[in-house]
């Protein structure tokens, strides 16, 4: 497996110093002149970075099937590609072991990304949600939910006045 693991990081390595090419766009005027970078995030196509790079998702082995070690260096491998790509993973939580960051970048391989060389794109993989963000316990949103269950920020649940009979169906606590 460390020669196959080898050889991955050395094809993302010849990636990362390649010039990705660039979509086709044309800039209409004025904006061609007065902000380009907006007219590049306006015209360039959302493609998966497999596409962007021709890298299929299949090439990376499974993460159950390396070490820490081989984790880590395809992670940087994979980070060199980013930054060809003009990529910056802006949520990577701090903290996060290096195989469980691996098994995030290879499953998102397929995200739809933009490659704007102009000004770059910002990658946003925490979906927000702690039941279904890839990063699991070590994303700021499963704290944050936690956090907000302990300190009592759920609306109170009404009670029913025992001394009213006649309460609504809107005060049921059920």
């Given at each position: 497996?460390?020669?196959?693991?080898?050889?991955?990081?050395?094809?993302?390595?010849?990636?990362?110093?390649?010039?990705?090419?660039?979509?086709?766009?044309?800039?209409?005027?004025?904006?061609?002149?007065?902000?380009?970078?907006?007219?590049?995030?306006a015209?360039?196509?959302?493609?998966?970075?497999?596409?962007?790079?021709?890298?299929?998702?299949?090439?990376f082995?499974?993460?159950?099937?390396?070490?820490?070690?081989?984790?880590?260096?395809?992670?940087?491998?994979?980070?060199?590609?980013?930054?060809?790509?003009?990529?910056?993973?802006?949520?990577?939580?701090?903290?996060?072991?290096?195989?469980?960051l691996?098994?995030?970048?290879?499953?998102?391989?397929?995200?739809?990304?933009?490659y704007?060389?102009?000004?770059?794109?910002?990658?946003?993989?925490?979906?927000?949600?702690?039941?279904?963000?890839?990063?699991?316990?070590?994303?700021?949103?499963?704290?944050?939910?936690?956090?907000?269950?302990?300190?009592?920020?759920?609306?109170?649940?009404?009670?029913?006045?025992?001394?009213?009979?006649?309460?609504?169906?809107?005060?049921?606590?059920?």
């Amino acid at each position: 497996m460390q020669r196959y693991v080898e050889q991955v990081i050395e094809d993302l390595e010849n990636i990362a110093s390649q010039n990705i090419q660039e979509a086709y766009i044309e800039v209409p005027p004025p904006l061609d002149e007065i902000m380009p970078d907006v007219g590049e995030l306006a015209l360039v196509p959302f493609k998966p970075i497999s596409e962007w790079t021709g890298v299929d998702f299949e090439v990376f082995p499974e993460m159950w099937r390396l070490s820490y070690d081989q984790c880590e260096a395809l992670n940087k491998a994979i980070f060199k590609v980013y930054d060809n790509l003009k990529l910056l993973l802006i949520d990577k939580p701090d903290g996060i072991p290096e195989d469980w960051l691996y098994e995030v970048l290879v499953s998102n391989w397929d995200y739809p990304v933009q490659y704007l060389p102009s000004s770059g794109m910002d990658l946003e993989l925490c979906s927000g949600d702690w039941k279904t963000c890839d990063y699991g316990e070590y994303c700021a949103c499963a704290k944050a939910d936690y956090y907000d269950e302990i300190e009592g920020d759920e609306p109170p649940i009404k009670s029913i006045d025992s001394k009213d009979n006649g309460a609504s169906l809107d005060e049921c606590p059920f």
